[in-house]
Every structure is written in C-alpha cells, then in structure tokens.
C-alpha cells in the first residue's frame, strides 16, 4: 500500500519552515498532500486560492535554487538534494488541496493514510500533543485509522520563525529581514501587501489605480527587479535614516524623503534591458505623481542615478542614497546568490553562454567602478564585501563562456 502523507496548516503564508517539512515529508511518503484549511471565520492575509499559488511558486522556487545551487550558493541538506530530485523527476508526488471542516475528514477524503503535523523545537510541542490526542478521540468515533507523525524543522535557524513572525516582520518594515524565511515569490506576494502605505506617502490622490498598475509592472516577469527589489531598497533607506538621524534632519529638506520614496518606487517601473529603461521609468514617475497630485522638481533626475553612470561626487546627499540602495545588494553576503540566480531566472530568454558573455560585461563595469557606493555609510558597510561577491560570480559566469 502506498504511503500517503498529509501535511495541514493554514500556510498564511508559507515559509522556509514549512518547505523543510515537506522535503522531510517527501523523503518518508510516496506521496505528499499538502493540505490548506480554510475557516471562514479566520481573517488571513491571503485567500487560499492565493495560498495554494503561493505554495506552488514556492515548490518552483525550490527546484530554482536546485538547478542554480552553485550560483545561488545554497547548500542542500541530503534530505533537500532527495525531496529537490524527487520534484524534478517525478513531480506527481507532491499535491496542494485546500480543504474546510475538520482536518482527519480532508486526510481521509484525500486517501491519505498519515497525518502530518510539523513541530519546531521550541514552542510547539505540547500544543501537538494535545491535538494528536484530540485527533486520536475523533477518528476513533467515525471508527478510521490515520497514522499520526511529527516531524520537526530541521535548521535551527528555522525553529522561531513562524508565518506570523513573517508578518511581523514586515509589518515593521523590516522587509529584508523577512526575506530569509520565505521564498523569493511569497517575498514578492507579501511587498504587494506591505509596500501601499509607503506608496501612499507621496501618492496622495488616485493611488489605487496608480498602485494597481504599479504592481502589475513590477509582477509579469520579474525576478528581481520587483518589489521585492523596492522593500529592500526602502528598508536600507530607512535604516540610513534611523542610524545617520542627525544628518539626515540637517542635509534633507522636508520634500527629498518622499521624493526618495518615489524614485525608488519608480527606478526599475521599465526594465526590459533597453538603454532607454531609466529614462522611460523617470517619465512615468513624473507623469505619475503629476496625476497624484504631487510633484518634486528632482523625480526624474533621482531615478536617473540607478542607471550608474557618470561622475557622482559632488551630487546631494538624496541622490546618494538612491545609488547606495540600489547598489547595497552587490555586497549582502546573505542574499547575493539569490540575487544572482533571479537575475539570471529574469533574462532565462538568452541561452547560457550568451548570458554568461553579458553578464560577464556588466560584473567587470561594477569592479572598474572607482566609487561603487557613494556614502561612507554604505562604503563601510557593503564596499568590500561586494568586491568579494562580484569576483565570485564573475568567475562562475567565465566558465561557462
């Protein structure tokens, strides 16, 4: 008899802890259903039609990381490299349902054989226990059998990460401390929830529509240059200003901070490799904002500085920063090799050694660049770091020339 696992939760959203889980899961099951509730009387951040999306980009996701695990840097668990091949090979094996009503009644409509409950090493133990006995009382009345397992998440560093934690997180603006615990595509659902209020700092009127349009450009397509891509550069923004207050206060007028917000919001609005892309992006922010009933003389000018050409010296403190944030990812040694690998995901149209060739052009620009970052702040911070990471996929894309 085959062995049918169900994995239940409410995935709101799913994280990097949940993954584990289901790579366990795929190694001990011939077949894994991961099952959504839904109550109605629960108010979630996502409808479970966008959660079963959310958890089927984060499979894909996962498979990505696989495929690219040398320029994405990550290492797989042995139990990751098995659950990563069994996707590839025989991607049957894996289903997402959505379900309301008691759990055992979907596990059982489902065929399922074993129930699957996952449990981080602190927090959740006795709470399992109490719904494993609740669960035994119940199948033991509709007279059913259901094997029930716990499987724990592997990595530490997963174990006090929980979807609301994820929320949290940014719900504070800490976008990028987010992005650890959840794959790039649920990173990306999530900026779409959290980054409006940001928006609407400087979209005063008509910033629905404004909005609407705004995400649809940063959806269809991108891997990076999302708005993932903007949460990170907003983040770093604001950690400048938190830190560096007093300069901020004395050197900002009352104007430049929103106009910040825009320009980054706006920078990579058109991103399809044209030489023009900047210019078109500074257009539309200017037309933008005219329609919102905002305007800031310098909006064109500020987006125009992540094109990163010219001599930058003496520009004001604003167009600094918009440079730096732009650039503060080159030396993230956390997130550099996902950056590498949606980079390459986002122009997948050209075949390896034409990539390579381009890609190779544009890392040896950045390393000739006598001021890659601007700001001492960002200079202490990233500069070396950067050179280390941009040498190491500058020589991964050289072999493959």
Same mark, same amino acid.
């Given at each position: *008899?085959?062995?049918?696992g169900?994995?239940?939760?409410?995935?709101?959203?799913?994280?990097?802890?949940?993954?584990?889980? +289901?790579?366990?899961?795929?190694?001990a099951?011939?077949?894994?259903?991961? #099952?959504?509730?839904?109550n109605? @009387?629960?108010?979630?951040?996502?409808?479970?039609?966008?959660?079963?999306?959310l958890?089927?980009?984060?499979?894909d996701? !996962?498979?990505?990381? !696989?495929?690219?695990?040398?320029?994405?840097?990550?290492?797989?668990?042995?139990?990751?490299?098995?659950?990563?091949?069994?996707?590839?090979?025989?991607?049957e094996c894996?289903?997402?349902?959505s $379900?309301?009503g008691?759990?055992?009644?979907?596990?059982?409509?489902?065929?399922?054989?074993t129930l699957?409950?996952?449990?981080?090493?602190?927090?959740?133990?006795?709470?399992? *226990?109490?719904? @494993?006995?609740v669960?035994?009382?119940?199948?033991?009345?509709?007279?059913?059998?259901?094997?029930? =397992?716990?499987?724990?998440?592997?990595?530490?560093?997963?174990t006090?990460?929980?979807?609301?934690?994820?929320?949290?997180?940014?719900?504070?603006?800490?976008f990028?401390?987010?992005?650890? %615990?959840?794959?790039?595509? +649920?990173h990306q659902?999530l900026?779409?929830?959290?980054l409006?209020?940001? $928006?609407?700092?400087?979209?005063?009127?008509?910033?629905?529509?404004?909005?609407?349009?705004?995400?649809?450009a940063?959806?269809?397509?991108?891997? $990076?240059?999302?708005?993932?891509?903007?949460g %990170?550069?907003?983040?770093y923004?604001?950690?400048y200003?938190?830190i *560096?207050?007093?300069?901020? +206060?004395?050197?900002?007028?009352?104007?430049?901070?929103?106009a910040?917000?825009?320009?980054?919001?706006?920078?990579?609005?058109?991103?399809?490799?044209?030489?023009d892309d900047?210019?078109?992006?500074?257009?539309k922010?200017?037309?933008?904002?005219?329609?919102?009933?905002?305007? &800031?003389?310098?909006?064109?000018q500020? +987006?125009? *500085?992540?094109?990163?050409?010219?001599n930058? =010296?003496?520009?004001?403190?604003?167009?600094?920063?918009?440079?730096?944030?732009?650039?503060a =990812?080159?030396?993230?040694?956390?997130? %550099? #090799?996902?950056?590498?690998?949606?980079?390459r995901?986002?122009?997948?149209?050209?075949?390896?050694k034409?990539?390579?060739?381009?890609?190779?052009?544009?890392?040896?620009?950045?390393?000739?660049?006598?001021y890659? %970052?601007?700001t001492? &702040? !960002?200079?202490?911070?990233?500069?070396?770091?950067?050179?280390?990471?941009?040498?190491?996929?500058?020589? $991964?894309w050289?072999?493959?020339?």
């Amino acid at each position: *008899m085959k062995k049918i696992g169900f994995y239940a939760g409410s995935f709101d959203p799913f994280t990097k802890g949940h993954l584990a889980i +289901v790579c366990e899961a795929l190694c001990a099951f011939d077949e894994v259903i991961i #099952g959504i509730g839904v109550n109605s @009387a629960k108010k979630t951040l996502f409808n479970h039609q966008e959660r079963e999306k959310l958890i089927a980009s984060s499979i894909d996701d !996962f498979i990505c990381f !696989f495929r690219y695990r040398q320029l994405s840097r990550k290492i797989f668990s042995e139990t990751e490299f098995k659950a990563a091949s069994r996707l590839i090979n025989e991607p049957e094996c894996l289903k997402i349902v959505s $379900y309301d009503g008691l759990t055992i009644d979907a596990a059982i409509r489902n065929g399922a054989n074993t129930l699957i409950r996952g449990e981080r090493i602190v927090g959740d133990h006795d709470s399992e *226990m109490a719904l @494993a006995f609740v669960n035994r009382e119940l199948l033991a009345i509709r007279r059913q059998h259901l094997d029930l =397992i716990t499987l724990s998440v592997p990595d530490v560093k997963l174990t006090y990460i929980s979807s609301t934690a994820v929320k949290n997180l940014c719900s504070l603006g800490e976008f990028i401390a987010a992005q650890k %615990y959840v794959m790039p595509s +649920v990173h990306q659902a999530l900026m779409i929830k959290y980054l409006n209020p940001y $928006y609407v700092l400087f979209a005063l009127s008509a910033c629905v529509p404004l909005w609407t349009e705004l995400c649809r450009a940063y959806s269809e397509g991108r891997f $990076y240059h999302n708005l993932s891509h903007i949460g %990170y550069c907003l983040n770093y923004a604001n950690i400048y200003a938190g830190i *560096m207050r007093e300069e901020c +206060v004395s050197v900002l007028s009352k104007d430049e901070k929103p106009a910040l917000y825009a320009a980054i919001f706006y920078h990579d609005y058109f991103c399809s490799g044209r030489e023009d892309d900047e210019v078109r992006s500074a257009q539309k922010a200017k037309e933008d904002l005219q329609i919102a009933g905002n305007s &800031f003389p310098d909006i064109e000018q500020l +987006v125009m *500085m992540t094109k990163h050409t010219g001599n930058y =010296i003496e520009v004001p403190l604003v167009y600094q920063l918009i440079h730096d944030v732009d650039l503060a =990812i080159l030396g993230d040694r956390d997130n %550099y #090799g996902t950056y590498a690998m949606q980079i390459r995901r986002e122009y997948s149209q050209y075949d390896t050694k034409s990539y390579a060739r381009k890609r190779c052009e544009v890392l040896r620009q950045l390393l000739d660049t006598d001021y890659l %970052y601007l700001t001492e &702040f !960002f200079r202490k911070a990233f500069q070396e770091n950067a050179e280390l990471n941009i040498k190491t996929e500058l020589a $991964y894309w050289e072999e493959r020339m």
